[in-house]
């Protein structure tokens, strides 16, 4: 348990300071962009050669099939749910317009998400929607990602107790790290954009850390003492989840944005990961 916390609580580490950088500095739109697909290159090599062959080995080709479209549907359904959710608090789009740049310094779905909910606070009055609401649907849009991830950290790390803290783990966490940095940044950058102030920002990204921290742990200490079969299916499920944030959020986001470099980016990012996890 102390190993998961740990590991949580250095890859969620990464948002805060993303938030904190995304406070007072705002880059190109090509530097965000390659950051990103250097994080998406990161966790498509953790999942192909670390998330999914563990589930495989644990439960089977079939189970751990089923776990990854259950994963990623469970994400597709979420993620469209709080779409309507916030857009519900917010307005419909198109009478909350985004300012300029604003919707373009968020990652893909999240950005109409934040952007709707940043606005909507800034026009909260009384008979419209509610602070609570606000904060739980900026905080649900910019922890969806991540959520997956960390709990797949900690089904990851529960997998291999046996055998103690592995190069794949260390691998996983590498990735989990560099995918919450640049989402904390541009996330912030979009919060400033909206005027929203340095403290909301990070305060924001500080508590999307802790949230994603107790994710690690819960996904480490909720399914101690299953069997084999439940545990790779519950780490096939996380996987799902995170390959549906690939394709629909981080991977588009970093080719509009930093398109040719991206590429290299995500090809760098691959390498590296894979590197760690074959430990060489």
């Not at 597709?76 to 608090?89: F, I, K, P």
């Amino acid at each position: 348990m102390l190993s998961a916390a740990l590991f949580g609580v250095i890859g969620s580490s990464a948002l805060v300071l993303g938030g904190i950088l995304g406070s007072y500095w705002h880059p190109p739109r090509w530097v965000t962009g390659v950051f990103l697909a250097f994080a998406s290159g990161t966790l498509i090599s953790a999942l192909a050669f670390e998330l999914f062959p563990d589930a495989v080995e644990l439960a089977g080709v079939l189970p751990a099939a089923g776990g990854l479209f259950v994963g990623a549907t469970t994400f597709v359904v979420v993620n469209t749910w709080l779409d309507s959710r916030v857009a519900a608090g917010g307005g419909e789009p198109e009478e909350v317009p985004a300012p300029a740049g604003v919707a373009q310094s968020l990652a893909g779905a999240e950005a109409d998400q934040s952007e709707k909910v940043a606005q909507s606070a800034d026009r909260s009055r009384p008979g419209g929607p509610s602070g609570s609401v606000v904060g739980y649907a900026l905080l649900a849009a910019v922890t969806l990602d991540g959520v997956p991830e960390n709990t797949a950290l900690g089904v990851s790390l529960l997998a291999t107790a046996d055998t103690g803290i592995t190069a794949g783990s260390l691998a996983l966490l590498f990735a989990i790290f560099a995918s919450n940095f640049p989402e904390a940044l541009v996330g912030a950058i979009a919060m400033r954009d909206a005027d929203r102030s340095p403290r909301f920002a990070i305060g924001i990204w500080s508590a999307a850390a802790l949230l994603l921290t107790i994710a690690v742990v819960v996904g480490y200490g909720a399914l101690s003492g299953v069997d084999d079969s439940a545990l790779g299916f519950a780490l096939a499920f996380a996987g799902g989840a995170v390959l549906a944030s690939l394709a629909d959020t981080l991977m588009p986001e970093a080719f509009e944005r930093g398109r040719p470099a991206s590429a290299l980016a995500t090809a760098l990012g691959f390498v590296i990961s894979f590197v760690l996890a074959e430990g060489l």
